[in-house]
């Protein structure tokens, strides 16, 4: 096994390199600079030069993607333009409030999905199995925007339950009740957009998983009905949900750009927005380097996971 | 039964939590919300100049003058000024009380060493280019070496700002006021120019401002506490809680009641009103323009004059204006704001008659313009579109960024572009700083004609011949047209329903009064 993530994580090497390509040309290509949005200053002209020069954006562009590149190299993510902060701290303190909210709304989703899918597949055309696909049709069909604003518009405009915005009251940690009514919301968007893959995987690989011999062996040696569900096919649906699961995990890190907008949540999805829009080709970079680390470690551990959840995975020399 | 399991579903998460309410404390906190982040505490160094970044450096760093949406000035960190030296400097007499966070006074010394520091040319200020009306200083804003720099301290108390051409205080501050803040020069005695801007001290910074840094998270979150000594008196809060959240999310928030406030003084749209009237909100109508609404053209592409008239005579800008802001504004025909000291005579009419007219003189052959505009504006780009067709003019519509329409103009890649901007009480605002070689965003072939009557128009003394400059300047547009004034616009401002004595239209001027703000009792 260890050959195998050796050989696992150099091949992600030209990948992750291949990746931040990619996207620096993408950024870098893209019509407008944070030059073209300077304020209605009385010299524009004069600024924006001075600006390129300061910023280093008048410079070719293989000369500036090879300086980011070492500077990556010397495990330097660069100064944010805008904020003109290091990129790195940038992040450092978005990571936290990301994970947190991602984290708990996948986490929900996955404790909601899981026995939902299950039951769903378990009893189809059951009141369980009604809601299930209700759910997914919420999931899939509402735009992640409208859940955030009607949930605004219910449980805190109408009802006054719930803040409608931010991560603490008076800006700073004050309790964990204030920051946990800050959560619901959030969270709560988060965790419906997550349900519907989550439920339907689970509910497809069950079903899938219920009509193989060896569940047919287990109902023949007498086992009961919640035993041979819990215990035979659950586990064998287990590797197409794990996938699922583990799938979100560079979404949680990456953080919901929507959600995080919209609630004014400070998170990675927040300042990827804010990059994007301001040109801050550096915070763009730097998000981008953070979720391509996400995505190829999250590969190799699904691949490694398989083994765990399914003892007929095997890993060979191929 | 769907409905009840998911109402039950939502009330058993909800409810727990509700019923704990928010933590109790005696802090008086306004929340105040802002759609856009900041980019830097250090007021010279930001690289978006945003209003956004003036708002919130307002609050933490003093200016000289209060401005109020109709032009007027108060005092703030000066008490009184005059002109002198025939018109070419200005004496301000600074407040004898203003002190900076950690206690010292705000000398003139003060002041005249941040322009010092800040016009030195190996200092990196993104933000120089403000003081190149300053005598001693090249259009960059840096100093001049072996020139005698226009900012002075007479006195401790009494700061002399010489300009190149004749200036009057209201011209001064009217046009440069938001961008002058005083520094704390006694902390950066020792610090290298080179060096001023990498100062941890700009992310913890001490200003002489209404309020004192106590907290941030960048681009997200500000805590700022009041200042207890300030000259103008003591904010009526403890702390002020900055918020950066979505456009979507202020007046939900402020209904609700998790804001007190928001940023640029509670502006609203005319189909957001009726919400927050029904939300418990009251509504202000603006009294002064806040808004200046134009279509920017290329006169590369559009090369006669005639055709530029042209698109300007096929638009209602009645109608654009009923659509877009629904009426809550006057179409114009110049770029000068109403209301302010200088007025124009001209005039705006469709008349689609002559403008199929002026494209036959102007040789139009049926090519397809391209209008670029944001998203939110695509629906008054239709309506142009349309009003643009009836005189047979053909426009395809390209929906883009901010980022991408301006730079789209300046590379010369669209024709048309709709734009916005906050209007100014100077008869230069619009004009001066986009008819100069390093902003010919409209690509002029022949800027001189602009350029002398500009600079004539900033040297002139006295009212009556700037007006009647001002008067041939705005013909020359009127003829050349090389861009279309639409309408000035007038906002909604939705009031606090917890913070009194908001003085809600001077924030289009990035000021606000927070020293006067109180929070109600209840």
Same mark, same amino acid.
């Given at each position: 096994?260890?050959?195998?993530?050796?050989?696992?994580?150099?091949?992600?090497?030209?990948?992750?390199?291949?990746?931040?390509?990619?996207?620096?040309? &993408? *950024?870098?290509?893209?019509?407008?600079?944070?030059?073209?949005?300077?304020? @209605?200053?009385?010299?524009?002209?004069?600024?924006?030069?001075?600006?390129?020069?300061?910023?280093?954006?008048?410079?070719?562009?293989?000369?500036?993607?090879?300086?980011?590149?070492?500077?990556?190299?010397?495990?330097?993510?660069? @100064?944010?333009?805008?904020?003109?902060?290091?990129?790195?701290?940038?992040?450092?303190?978005?990571?936290?409030?990301?994970?947190?909210?991602?984290?708990?709304?996948?986490?929900?989703?996955?404790?909601?999905?899981?026995?939902?899918?299950?039951?769903?597949?378990?009893?189809?055309?059951?009141?369980?199995?009604?809601?299930?696909?209700?759910?997914?049709?919420?999931?899939?069909?509402?735009?992640?925007?409208?859940?955030?604003?009607?949930?605004?518009?219910?449980?805190? *405009?109408?009802?006054?339950?719930?803040?409608?915005?931010?991560?603490?009251?008076?800006?700073?940690?004050?309790?964990?009740?204030?920051?946990?009514?800050?959560? *619901?919301?959030?969270?709560?968007?988060?965790?419906?957009?997550?349900?519907? @893959?989550? *439920?339907?995987?689970?509910?497809?690989?069950?079903?899938?998983?219920?009509?193989?011999?060896?569940?047919?062996?287990?109902?023949?040696?007498?086992?009961? @009905?919640?035993?041979?569900?819990?215990?035979?096919?659950?586990?064998?649906?287990?590797?197409?949900?794990?996938?699922?699961?583990?799938?979100?995990?560079?979404?949680?890190?990456?953080?919901?750009?929507?959600?995080?907008?919209?609630?004014?949540?400070?998170? &990675?999805?927040?300042?990827?927005?804010?990059?994007?829009?301001?040109?801050?080709?550096?915070?763009?970079?730097?998000?981008?380097?953070?979720?391509?680390?996400?995505?190829?470690?999250?590969?190799?551990?699904?691949?490694?996971?398989?083994?765990?959840?399914?003892?007929?995975?095997?890993?060979?020399?191929? | 039964?769907?409905?009840?399991?998911?109402?039950?579903?939502?009330?058993?998460?909800?409810?727990?939590?509700?019923?704990?309410?928010? =933590?109790?404390?005696?802090?008086?906190?306004?929340?105040?919300?802002?759609?856009?982040?900041?980019?830097?505490?250090?007021?010279?160094?930001?690289?978006?100049?945003?209003?956004?970044?003036?708002?919130?450096?307002?609050?933490?760093?003093?200016?000289?003058?209060?401005?109020?949406?109709?032009?007027?000035?108060?005092?703030?960190?000066?008490?009184?000024?005059?002109?002198?030296?025939?018109?070419?400097?200005?004496?301000?007499?600074?407040?004898?009380?203003?002190?900076?966070?950690?206690?010292?006074?705000?000398?003139?010394?003060?002041?005249?060493?941040?322009?010092?520091?800040?016009?030195?040319?190996?200092?990196?200020?993104?933000?120089?280019?403000?003081?190149?009306?300053?005598?001693?200083?090249?259009?960059?804003?840096?100093?001049?070496?072996?020139?005698?720099?226009?900012?002075?301290?007479?006195?401790?108390?009494?700061?002399?700002?010489?300009?190149?051409?004749?200036?009057?205080? !209201?011209?001064?501050?009217?046009?440069?006021?938001?961008?002058?803040?005083?520094?704390?020069?006694?902390?950066?005695?020792?610090?290298?120019?080179?060096?001023?801007?990498?100062?941890?001290?700009?992310?913890?910074?001490?200003?002489?401002?209404?309020?004192?840094?106590?907290?941030?998270?960048?681009?997200?979150?500000?805590?700022?506490?009041?200042?207890?000594?300030?000259?103008?008196?003591?904010?009526?809060?403890?702390?002020?809680?900055?918020?950066?959240?979505?456009? =979507?999310?202020?007046?939900?928030?402020?209904?609700?009641?998790?804001?007190?406030?928001?940023?640029?003084?509670?502006?609203?749209?005319?189909?957001?009103?009726?919400?927050?009237?029904?939300?418990?909100?009251?509504?202000? !109508?603006?009294?002064?323009?806040? =808004?200046?609404?134009?279509?920017?053209?290329?006169?590369?592409?559009?090369?006669?004059?005639?055709?530029?008239?042209?698109?300007?005579?096929?638009?209602?800008?009645?109608?654009?204006?009923?659509?877009?802001?629904?009426?809550?504004?006057?179409?114009?025909?110049?770029?000068?704001?109403?209301?302010?000291?200088?007025?124009?005579?001209? #005039?705006?009419?469709?008349?689609?008659?002559?403008?199929? %007219?002026?494209?036959?003189?102007?040789?139009?052959?049926?090519?397809?313009? #391209?209008?670029?505009?944001?998203?939110?504006?695509?629906?008054?780009?239709?309506?142009?579109?349309?009003?643009?067709?009836?005189?047979?003019?053909?426009?395809?519509?390209?929906?883009?960024?901010?980022?991408?329409?301006?730079?789209?103009?300046?590379?010369?890649?669209?024709?048309?572009?709709?734009?916005?901007?906050?209007?100014? %009480?100077?008869?230069?605002?619009?004009?001066?700083?986009?008819?100069?070689?390093?902003?010919?965003?409209?690509?002029?072939?022949?800027?001189?004609?602009?350029?002398?009557?500009?600079?004539?128009?900033?040297?002139?003394?006295?009212?009556?011949?700037?007006?009647?400059?001002?008067?041939?300047?705005?013909?020359?547009? %009127?003829?050349?047209?090389?861009?279309?004034?639409?309408?000035?616009?007038?906002?909604?401002?939705?009031?606090?329903?917890?913070?009194?004595?908001?003085?809600?239209?001077?924030?289009?001027?990035?000021? !606000?009064?927070?020293?006067?703000?109180?929070?109600?009792?209840?």
């Amino acid at each position: 096994m260890g050959r195998y993530i050796r050989r696992r994580l150099i091949t992600a090497v030209p990948v992750f390199f291949g990746i931040t390509l990619l996207v620096f040309l &993408m *950024v870098n290509l893209a019509p407008g600079s944070i030059t073209d949005l300077m304020g @209605e200053g009385s010299a524009a002209g004069a600024d924006k030069a001075a600006l390129e020069a300061a910023l280093g954006l008048d410079r070719p562009l293989p000369l500036r993607y090879a300086g980011w590149l070492g500077d990556l190299l010397r495990g330097d993510l660069g @100064e944010s333009y805008f904020y003109d902060r290091p990129v790195s701290r940038l992040i450092a303190q978005r990571v936290g409030p990301s994970l947190l909210l991602t984290g708990s709304g996948v986490a929900l989703a996955v404790a909601i999905a899981l026995p939902l899918g299950v039951l769903a597949a378990w009893k189809p055309r059951s009141p369980w199995d009604r809601l299930a696909s209700a759910l997914s049709l919420i999931s899939y069909g509402v735009p992640g925007f409208f859940l955030c604003l009607a949930g605004i518009d219910l449980f805190s *405009v109408t009802l006054g339950w719930l803040p409608t915005h931010g991560m603490y009251t008076f800006g700073t940690f004050t309790s964990l009740t204030d920051l946990l009514r800050h959560l *619901v919301l959030p969270a709560g968007v988060v965790c419906i957009s997550s349900l519907g @893959e989550l *439920v339907k995987q689970t509910r497809a690989a069950c079903l899938e998983a219920l009509g193989q011999d060896y569940i047919v062996t287990a109902r023949a040696k007498g086992l009961t @009905e919640g035993g041979v569900m819990v215990r035979h096919a659950f586990r064998g649906s287990l590797v197409p949900v794990l996938t699922t699961i583990l799938s979100h995990i560079p979404h949680i890190l990456g953080g919901s750009v929507v959600v995080e907008q919209i609630f004014g949540w400070p998170g &990675m999805g927040s300042l990827l927005f804010s990059g994007i829009s301001q040109r801050d080709y550096p915070v763009v970079m730097g998000v981008t380097v953070v979720i391509a680390l996400a995505v190829l470690l999250t590969n190799l551990l699904l691949d490694l996971v398989y083994g765990l959840a399914d003892p007929r995975v095997r890993y060979g020399k191929g | 039964m769907k409905k009840l399991i998911v109402l039950l579903l939502a009330l058993a998460l909800a409810l727990p939590l509700a019923a704990c309410g928010p =933590s109790q404390d005696t802090t008086a906190v306004v929340r105040y919300g802002l759609s856009n982040a900041w980019d830097t505490l250090m007021p010279y160094n930001s690289p978006s100049g945003s209003n956004y970044t003036r708002i919130v450096c307002d609050k933490i760093y003093d200016r000289l003058a209060y401005v109020h949406a109709d032009g007027s000035l108060d005092p703030r960190g000066a008490v009184s000024w005059e002109s002198g030296d025939s018109g070419m400097s200005v004496v301000f007499h600074l407040d004898e009380n203003a002190a900076f966070h950690d206690g010292t006074p705000v000398t003139a010394a003060h002041w005249a060493d941040t322009i010092a520091l800040m016009t030195n040319p190996d200092c990196p200020a993104l933000g120089r280019s403000v003081f190149n009306v300053l005598a001693g200083t090249d259009e960059s804003g840096a100093a001049i070496p072996g020139e005698a720099l226009g900012a002075e301290a007479v006195d401790a108390y009494t700061l002399r700002l010489t300009f190149k051409t004749p200036t009057t205080p !209201e011209d001064f501050l009217l046009d440069r006021n938001r961008e002058f803040y005083v520094l704390p020069t006694h902390l950066l005695e020792d610090t290298d120019p080179a060096e001023v801007m990498d100062l941890a001290l700009w992310e913890a910074p001490i200003g002489s401002g209404p309020c004192k840094f106590v907290e941030e998270l960048p681009g997200s979150q500000l805590t700022l506490q009041a200042n207890p000594d300030y000259q103008l008196g003591r904010p009526g809060f403890d702390l002020l809680v900055i918020t950066v959240m979505d456009k =979507s999310n202020l007046l939900p928030s402020l209904m609700a009641g998790d804001l007190d406030y928001y940023a640029f003084g509670g502006n609203l749209s005319a189909e957001s009103a009726q919400t927050a009237r029904e939300g418990g909100i009251e509504v202000l !109508e603006g009294t002064v323009p806040n =808004s200046f609404y134009e279509l920017m053209l290329n006169n590369e592409t559009i090369p006669s004059s005639a055709l530029r008239r042209a698109i300007d005579l096929a638009l209602d800008k009645q109608a654009l204006c009923l659509h877009t802001a629904q009426g809550l504004g006057e179409p114009t025909a110049t770029d000068l704001t109403p209301g302010t000291t200088y007025t124009s005579s001209l #005039t705006w009419s469709r008349d689609v008659a002559e403008a199929e %007219a002026l494209l036959a003189e102007g040789g139009y052959d049926g090519r397809t313009y #391209t209008l670029a505009c944001t998203s939110n504006r695509s629906g008054l780009a239709a309506l142009m579109q349309q009003q643009l067709g009836e005189a047979g003019i053909n426009v395809t519509i390209a929906t883009v960024d901010s980022a991408t329409l301006f730079s789209g103009m300046a590379e010369g890649q669209y024709d048309m572009a709709i734009a916005s901007h906050t209007p100014g %009480a100077l008869p230069l605002w619009f004009t001066e700083s986009r008819f100069s070689a390093g902003n010919n965003i409209f690509h002029v072939s022949d800027l001189t004609p602009y350029a002398t009557l500009i600079s004539q128009i900033k040297a002139a003394a006295d009212i009556g011949t700037r007006q009647a400059l001002v008067d041939e300047l705005q013909a020359l547009l %009127a003829s050349e047209r090389p861009f279309i004034p639409l309408w000035f616009g007038r906002t909604l401002h939705a009031q606090s329903p917890t913070v009194d004595n908001i003085d809600y239209p001077s924030s289009s001027f990035s000021n !606000e009064n927070v020293w006067d703000w109180t929070l109600r009792a209840d």
